[in-house]
C-alpha cells in the first residue's frame, strides 16, 4: 500500500489549498483514513479523519476552517484547508489504516506535502 499526498505549497494568510492523497496498491477490509501535520519542533498532531461510524473527527484549531472529504470507493482522501493562518504551516501527512477487522489494522504513512503559510 502506498500514499500519494499532493497540494501543498505556498499561501498567504486567509488563502485555501486543497489537499489530495490518493491509495494505490491492495486495498481490502475495513479502512479509514486521514490527515496528520508536523510544524518545525512540534509533534506530529491529528487534523482531520473519517472514524469508524463514518464521521468526521477535527483538531479544535482547525474546525470550522477546514473540511476532510473522501472518494466512494475510499481510496482518497482530500483536505481543503480555508481562511490558512501562519500557525497552519507544517508538513501534512496522509494516513491509512486498513485491515480485515478492527484489532488488526496497519498504518500507512504518505509522504508528506508542505504547506507554507506566510503572514
Known amino acids: 500500500v502506498q500514499l500519494q499526498a499532493s497540494g501543498g505549497g505556498v499561501v498567504q494568510a486567509g488563502g485555501s489549498l486543497r489537499l489530495s492523497c490518493t491509495t494505490s496498491?491492495?486495498?481490502?477490509?475495513?479502512?479509514?483514513m486521514g490527515w496528520y501535520r508536523q510544524a518545525p519542533g512540534k509533534e506530529r498532531e491529528l487534523v482531520a479523519a473519517?472514524?469508524?461510524?463514518?464521521?468526521?473527527s477535527y483538531a479544535d484549531s482547525v474546525k470550522g476552517r477546514f473540511t476532510i472529504s473522501r472518494d466512494k470507493y475510499r481510496k482518497s482522501v482530500y483536505l481543503q484547508m480555508n481562511n490558512l493562518q501562519p500557525e497552519d504551516t507544517a508538513v501534512y501527512y496522509c494516513?491509512?489504516?486498513?485491515?480485515?477487522?478492527?484489532?488488526?489494522?496497519?498504518?500507512?504513512w504518505g509522504q508528506g506535502t508542505l504547506v507554507t503559510v506566510s503572514s
Open positions: 496498491g491492495m486495498t481490502s477490509g475495513i479502512s479509514l
Open positions: 473519517f472514524t469508524a461510524d463514518s464521521s468526521t
Open positions: 494516513n491509512r489504516k486498513q485491515g480485515r477487522s478492527w484489532g488488526t489494522l496497519t498504518t500507512y
